[in-house]
């Protein structure tokens, strides 16, 4: 593993540290600084970008960002245990790092921003990267604070964020509004073996791209039509969106599509016509 900065490795750092990996926490630390290199590279050029880290624990891809030239990051963690850790961090990075001890999924980070835009760059913990990711597509009014996401799944989740009606198995609720306001891919896998302790599964790098027109549409309408249909995927839009109106014949034809045909095989822009057929309907 070669070095990226004067700092010590990491296994050190945690030993030195007492950082055992909590499951409860959904910690998975990442220790090869020559592949968290390679997930901040991903994120695009960074010279002088603002990036948001999300749960960086030891600091491994902390370090990566600070060292690929990132101006500043903003990384919030809840495990006070790693506090003194990314001190050190913030020590060898002058100025550059802010470290936000708190609940992702509370924090409220405009102050931090002051009306700037971020790069999202994060090693996700498991247990709360789909809620933060559906949190970070609801944002209004849109495109938001962010500029692009970059960010480690599970492969399965990392699988349903990109899917399409092609892969119908994975196409969902999740896929409909990551795809309607994102351009979405997989940049690529990460094995087990490079996490201590190693998760159960393989995992992966997903890239979001915000679009900056995406098609227009209430997201609250939407969110609703895809939670009927889906919510009974295996059955015709005559019958599972009779859960959003008693008759849903009249926005199905307005949508233009087969009242005999299943969620799974409406397209991103059919789901973006039905939440528009149910607003005119209103």
């Avoid at 296994?11 to 901040?40: C, P, W, Y």
């Avoid at 090693?123 to 692009?148: A, D, Q």
């Avoid at 900056?212 to 839009?237: I, N, S, W, Y």
């Amino acid at each position: 593993m070669s070095q990226i900065d004067d700092l010590p490795p990491l296994r050190e750092v945690v030993e030195r540290h007492g950082l055992m990996a909590q499951k409860a926490l959904g910690q998975n630390f990442l220790f090869d600084l020559n592949l968290t290199s390679r997930i901040a590279r991903a994120a695009g050029p960074l010279d002088g970008e603002t990036v948001v880290e999300i749960g960086p624990g030891p600091g491994g891809l902390t370090r990566a960002l600070l060292a690929n030239g990132a101006g500043r990051v903003i990384a919030i963690e809840r495990d006070r245990r790693c506090l003194p850790a990314l001190a050190e961090i913030a020590a060898r990075y002058p100025g550059r790092l802010e470290v936000i001890d708190g609940d992702a999924l509370a924090v409220d980070l405009s102050p931090y921003l002051a009306g700037g835009r971020a790069r999202i760059v994060a090693n996700l913990p498991y247990n709360i990267g789909t809620p933060l990711l559906v949190g970070w597509l609801s944002l209004e009014p849109w495109p938001s604070w962010w500029s692009s996401l970059t960010l480690m799944f599970q492969r399965e989740v990392a699988e349903r964020i990109v899917a399409s009606p092609a892969e119908r198995a994975d196409y969902g609720r999740l896929a409909v509004l990551s795809n309607w306001r994102c351009e979405t891919r997989i940049l690529f896998d990460v094995p087990r073996s490079a996490f201590v302790p190693p998760p159960k599964i393989t995992s992966s790098i997903v890239q979001l791209v915000p679009r900056e027109r995406p098609e227009p549409c209430d997201r609250r309408l939407l969110e609703r039509v895809t939670l009927a249909a889906f919510g009974q995927r295996r059955k015709m839009l005559r019958q599972s969106l009779k859960a959003v109106l008693p008759d849903p014949a009249p926005i199905i034809a307005a949508a233009g599509l087969s009242e005999t045909a299943r969620a799974e095989e409406v397209p991103v822009s059919g789901f973006v016509k039905l939440a528009n057929a149910l607003a005119a309907q209103r």
